[in-house]
């Protein structure tokens, strides 16, 4: 299977990609305006919006959205591999199920992007840029 133009949300890399960085380091970067080389993989989202206090996550993921739509780091014609640790789930919204020590967690991840992300397979999905 190949990248998609956009957002690929997978559980597992569909694709090699010589640029690989952490969620953190690719929102900073993008926030910043600085290069970035595509395709790339993201790793640690479902991590980076865990470890957010969970009533402040749908401000996280609004802050987050709003740097995917404003940076010109990114064209509409590259690709970014997001690999999650965790379940695609595709029901009222889009969301990720990752398993912790208390048990199953959901996270919505699909409000990060303008566009809910459209499920390809059950371990791959994407969002257009």
């Not at 952490?22 to 970067?29: I, Q, Y």
């Not at 790339?40 to 749908?58: F, H, K, Q």
């Not at 695609?88 to 990720?96: G, I, M």
């Amino acid at each position: 299977m190949t990248l998609h133009q956009g957002y690929n949300i997978v559980t597992e890399p569909v694709a090699d990609t010589e640029s690989e960085m952490s969620s953190l380091e690719f929102f900073r970067r993008l926030a910043a305006d600085e290069e970035v080389s595509t395709p790339v993989t993201v790793t640690g989202l479902e991590d980076l919006l865990y470890n957010a206090d969970e009533t402040d996550r749908s401000s996280v993921l609004a802050e987050l959205r709003q740097t995917l739509r404003s940076t010109r780091s990114l064209g509409s014609m590259d690709a970014v591999q997001f690999v999650v640790d965790g379940q695609l789930v595709d029901d009222v919204e889009f969301r990720v199920r990752m398993e912790t020590s208390d048990g199953g967690v959901y996270l919505d991840i699909g409000q990060l992007f303008v566009e809910e992300p459209k499920p390809l397979t059950a371990t791959h999905a994407v969002a257009r840029k």
